[in-house]
Nanobody, 127 residues
Framework: QLQLVESGGGLVQPGGPLRLSCAAS????????IGWFRQAPGKEREGVSC???????AYADSVKGRFTISRDNAKNTVYLQMNSLKPEDTAIYYC?????????????????????WGQGTQVTVSS
């Protein structure tokens, strides 16, 4: 059974770093694109970053240059390194998976493109 579990959220001061983890089980990252999304109170869920099964990356304009997505195949885990955090980054962060096959293409950063979701982890940026 495909499962995604996020961790690493918490309270961080503006300008600080935080690393989120998305542990995948029941499937191989070699065949799935993984996306990170976030949802702030009263707002729509928005795409943050995506990692294709072939290793390509994509980022929302709001996080380019500050966030980095990566994966550890041995641990079947995808990470989101977040630097220079801002109060507007405060949200629940979710990871999601979409099957694309081995060496698959990049997937658009839209929630409708992803069918499997984790439970989310809260990130709060505040002094």
């Amino acid at each position: 059974q495909l499962q995604l579990v996020e961790s690493g959220g918490g309270l961080v001061q503006p300008g600080g770093p935080l690393r989120l983890s998305c542990a995948a089980s029941g499937f191989s990252l070699d065949y799935y694109a993984i996306g990170w999304f976030r949802q702030a109170p009263g707002k729509e869920r928005e795409g943050v970053s995506c990692l294709s099964s072939r290793g390509g990356t994509a980022y929302a304009d709001s996080v380019k240059g500050r966030f980095t997505i990566s994966r550890d195949n041995a641990k079947n885990t995808v990470y989101l390194q977040m630097n220079s955090l801002k109060p507007e980054d405060t949200a629940i962060y979710y990871c999601a998976a979409r099957y694309t096959g081995w060496n698959g293409r990049m997937v658009p950063l839209s929630r409708t493109e992803f069918g499997s979701w984790g439970q989310g982890t809260q990130v709060t940026v505040s002094s």
